[in-house]
């Protein structure tokens, strides 16, 4: 059994999104404690967790346990996995029913009996014990570092606007999309969204109306070592123009939300629903589209009336002028 914790900013978002790649790798979400996720999945799950974007962390689950004592007994039954020194580290979660103050010290001299070394500054494996309704205790097997997000946070880019989705986000609408291969960003902006996908290793397309976008997110890609990619000047209302004989396995996008100036003189919500129906013409038969709107546009009616299928719907308050929610639709 793995196990992932999930962010809380955005915690159903974030559950769907390892949901997602474990469809991917013939996995499950097993159970879910709060923002800790119990996951049957093994090894094979592995290239698709280290994907994610709304996570801490995975690991390995070793124990669950409904009190202290018996974590504590079943940690000194169990074979443990660690390579070299060991520490424990306790994970409080909000909704967290037992007495976890002096665990750390307690399970680590179980552990240390069975002939495992201790190093409290410098650890070779890290056991991490969660304090939910139950006890789980496992070992990390990777941490989503924030810095390696920050430093592609929009200011860090060399071609960037302010009004940008966080890198975090971005890699999550792609893991959504469950892309396998490719997937295309018909209103790209600066290439965030493109930018998380072909880390992924992913094919990237992307369109903009605007040439100085189109320049700008090549620019960004580049930066980022990013080198399989399409890019096009036109019109996200006429994707079927530009890719005539192309359907994509996967879309991803965040449509500008504001002034007449950034929609090229169009009404918001005539040039959302032309988008819409362009993206589901060039959207094969059971792909995804991930996609932001502004939360007064009824992003989930006007996609059903096209003919998409809802399959997630994500609300997020950014500031007192913008609330938007996220959604995931199925053709």
Same mark, same amino acid.
């Given at each position: 059994?793995?196990?992932?914790? @999930?962010?809380?900013?955005?915690?159903?978002?974030?559950?769907?999104?390892?949901?997602?790649?474990?469809?991917?790798?013939?996995?499950?979400?097993?159970?879910?404690?709060?923002?800790?996720?119990?996951?049957?999945?093994?090894?094979?799950?592995?290239?698709?967790?280290?994907?994610?974007?709304?996570?801490?962390?995975?690991?390995?689950?070793?124990?669950?346990?409904?009190?202290?004592?018996?974590?504590?007994?079943k940690?000194?039954?169990?074979?443990?996995?660690?390579?070299?020194?060991?520490?424990?580290?306790?994970?409080?979660?909000?909704?967290c029913?037992?007495?976890?103050?002096?665990?750390?010290?307690?399970?680590?001299?179980v552990?240390?009996?069975?002939?495992?070394?201790?190093?409290?500054?410098?650890?070779?494996?890290?056991?991490?014990?969660?304090?939910?309704?139950?006890?789980?205790?496992? @070992?990390?097997?990777?941490?989503?570092?924030?810095?390696d997000?920050?430093?592609?946070?929009?200011?860090?880019?060399?071609?960037?606007?302010?009004?940008?989705?966080?890198?975090?986000?971005?890699?999550?609408?792609?893991?959504?999309?469950?892309?396998?291969?490719? @997937?295309?960003?018909?209103?790209m902006?600066?290439?965030?969204?493109?930018?998380?996908?072909?880390l992924?290793?992913?094919?990237?397309?992307?369109?903009? @109306?605007?040439?100085?976008?189109?320049?700008?997110?090549?620019?960004?890609?580049?930066?980022?070592?990013?080198?399989?990619?399409?890019?096009?000047?036109?019109?996200?209302?006429?994707?079927?123009?530009?890719?005539?004989?192309?359907?994509?396995?996967?879309?991803?996008?965040?449509?500008?939300?504001?002034?007449?100036?950034?929609?090229?003189?169009?009404?918001?919500?005539?040039?959302?629903r032309?988008?819409?129906?362009?993206?589901?013409?060039?959207?094969?038969?059971?792909?995804?589209?991930?996609?932001?709107?502004?939360?007064?546009?009824?992003?989930?009616?006007?996609?059903?009336?096209?003919?998409?299928?809802?399959?997630?719907?994500?609300?997020?308050?950014?500031?007192?002028?913008?609330?938007?929610?996220?959604?995931?639709?199925?053709?």
């Amino acid at each position: 059994m793995l196990y992932v914790e @999930i962010l809380g900013n955005l915690p159903e978002m974030a559950r769907d999104e390892v949901k997602a790649m474990l469809e991917l790798a013939g996995g499950r979400i097993a159970a879910q404690d709060y923002l800790f996720l119990k996951l049957d999945a093994g090894e094979e799950a592995f290239p698709y967790l280290d994907r994610l974007g709304l996570s801490h962390e995975y690991g390995e689950l070793v124990v669950e346990a409904d009190s202290v004592e018996e974590l504590l007994r079943k940690g000194g039954e169990v074979e443990w996995p660690i390579e070299g020194t060991f520490k424990v580290d306790t994970e409080t979660m909000a909704n967290c029913k037992h007495d976890v103050l002096d665990l750390p010290r307690k399970l680590g001299a179980v552990i240390h009996a069975q002939g495992f070394r201790v190093n409290l500054s410098r650890p070779d494996t890290l056991v991490r014990v969660y304090c939910g309704e139950r006890l789980y205790a496992g @070992i990390r097997l990777k941490f989503f570092d924030p810095k390696d997000f920050e430093k592609r946070k929009a200011h860090h880019r060399p071609f960037f606007r302010p009004i940008s989705l966080h890198p975090r986000v971005s890699r999550a609408l792609v893991n959504l999309t469950k892309a396998r291969e490719e @997937i295309l960003d018909p209103m790209m902006g600066a290439g965030g969204i493109l930018m998380e996908a072909g880390l992924l290793g992913l094919k990237v397309y992307g369109v903009d @109306i605007r040439p100085e976008m189109v320049e700008g997110a090549e620019m960004n890609l580049r930066h980022y070592g990013i080198t399989d990619y399409e890019l096009r000047l036109g019109d996200a209302t006429k994707l079927e123009e530009l890719f005539p004989e192309k359907r994509f396995e996967a879309i991803a996008t965040d449509p500008p939300y504001g002034t007449s100036a950034t929609l090229a003189g169009r009404r918001r919500d005539e040039l959302y629903r032309k988008v819409l129906r362009s993206m589901y013409n060039v959207l094969m038969k059971g792909g995804r589209l991930a996609i932001a709107f502004p939360a007064d546009f009824d992003g989930e009616t006007e996609a059903e009336k096209i003919g998409f299928k809802l399959l997630g719907k994500y609300y997020q308050r950014v500031h007192k002028s913008l609330e938007r929610y996220f959604y995931v639709f199925e053709k």
